[in-house]
């Protein structure tokens, strides 16, 4: 059971340049996040999304993009990085309101834009 | 708004003693948790506790839950350097939401 699983774990990229950050869950959890971390503050939520094909903005969404096409999988895309987006990106996932609704990290995707 | 928001900021103590932190939040909830930070790492969770409890333990960890204040502290006791770690609450709200969290540093 890998649990939550982000993809990739280290990026460098250019200001202007795209990419997209994978969080995979297998443990059929219908919530998943995105947070990013700056140094010595606390994780802030970017985007969440509540089941398979629906998302929702959190704190601080904007100069994000996300999709959940699949249950296992929440993507998130940065069209045109920043340096201000320089960050550790967090991802998680846990079961539905109502239930036990531990909530299960990955291990973070650490991303300098220059 | 913060779902959560811990306090104090910093706490650091000799290994041995009891380390206490507190959150507040906002608004109704069905459970609040509490999760652990090692630097850099991904949070783990710690402990649960549902709106109807008032205290919870599991192993060293003590938490309480006042619903009419809304508020919860974290209780660690005979601290190890171990410990070291950040300590955040979250809510069971959709947007699980965490605040600036606490950081904790246990001497040896």
């Known amino acids: 059971n890998a649990g939550v699983t982000q993809t990739p774990k280290f990026r460098v990229l250019k200001t202007g340049q795209s990419m997209t950050l994978l969080c995979a869950q297998d443990?059929?959890?219908?919530?998943m996040y995105w947070y990013r971390q700056d140094p010595g503050m606390g994780l802030r939520l970017i985007h969440y999304?509540?089941?398979?094909?629906?998302?929702a903005k959190g704190e601080v969404p904007d100069g994000y993009n996300v999709s959940r096409l699949k249950k296992q999988n929440f993507l998130l895309g940065l069209e045109s990085a920043a340096p201000s987006q320089t960050s550790v990106y967090f991802c998680?996932?846990?079961?539905?309101?109502?239930?036990?609704?531990?909530?299960?990290f990955g291990q973070g995707t650490r991303l300098t834009v220059v | 708004s913060q779902q959560g928001e811990e306090d104090p900021q910093a706490l650091s103590i000799q290994e041995g003693e009891n380390a206490t932190m507190n959150c507040s939040y906002k608004?109704?909830?069905?459970?609040l948790q509490w999760y652990r930070q090692n630097s850099g790492r991904g949070l783990v969770h710690l402990i649960l506790?549902?709106?109807?409890?008032r205290e919870k333990h599991s192993g060293r960890l003590r938490v309480t839950l006042d619903t009419s204040k809304k508020s919860s502290s974290l209780l660690i006791t005979a601290s190890r350097a171990a410990d070291t770690a950040s300590y955040f609450c979250?809510?069971?709200?959709?947007?699980?939401?965490f605040g600036a969290g606490t950081r904790l540093t246990v001497k040896p």
């Open positions: 999304s509540v089941g398979e094909g629906t998302t």
């Open positions: 998680a996932s846990r079961p539905r309101r109502g239930v036990l609704t531990e909530a299960f």
């Open positions: 443990m059929n959890h219908e919530y």
């Open positions: 506790i549902r709106s109807n409890e």
């Open positions: 608004t109704s909830i069905n459970n």
């Open positions: 979250a809510t069971d709200l959709n947007d699980m939401r």
